[in-house]
């Protein structure tokens, strides 16, 4: 391995294993950073809806370049729901950290989903991506309806 990977891969393992505040200056920047993660990947999903629900015109390049996004944003919201942060400023539902199981299981399952719609847009098959677009809605519906204040 270059000796850069090595101290990258240092540097994840470290930051791994710190405690999750350590990740962030205060409450409110874990907030700030799954707020951001989860628009992001709202913005995302909009724009493939619209793909899907044939508002806007297929395409397969545009469609593929927004999965990709999904899929790296889908795995940085969680690690910004340390204890502690349902603030004023956040509609996150205390049952997150009461029923921290269940939470992390509906992000699994989000994210697995979320696999599953980045190979399907890959299949540039707008049918594929159909069939694979709703369950990521659905995953990401059960969270809000159980977690989120709306
Ligand atoms: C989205 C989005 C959500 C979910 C949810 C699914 O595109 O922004 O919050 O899907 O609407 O029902």
Redesign the pocket.
């Known amino acids: 391995m270059p000796r850069l990977h090595l101290v990258a891969a240092a540097v994840i393992g470290l930051t791994g294993a710190l405690p999750a505040l350590a990740q962030f200056q205060k409450p409110e920047d874990a907030v700030k950073y799954r707020q951001s993660a989860m628009f992001v990947?709202?913005n995302h999903?909009?724009r493939l809806?619209a793909m899907v629900q044939g508002r806007v015109p297929f395409d397969a390049a545009q469609a593929a370049a927004n999965a990709d996004v999904l899929l790296v944003m889908s795995k940085l919201p969680f690690v910004g729901f340390i204890d502690g942060t349902t603030a004023a400023n956040s509609k996150a539902k205390p049952e997150i950290w009461t029923e921290r199981a269940k939470f992390d299981a509906g992000a699994q399952r989000m994210q697995e989903a979320m696999v599953k719609l980045n190979e399907a847009a890959k299949s540039a098959n707008l049918d594929q991506i159909k069939a694979a677009f709703g369950p990521v809605?659905?995953a990401?519906?059960s969270c809000?309806d159980s977690y989120w204040k709306q």
């Open positions: 990947m709202g999903m909009g809806n809605g659905q990401c519906k809000h």
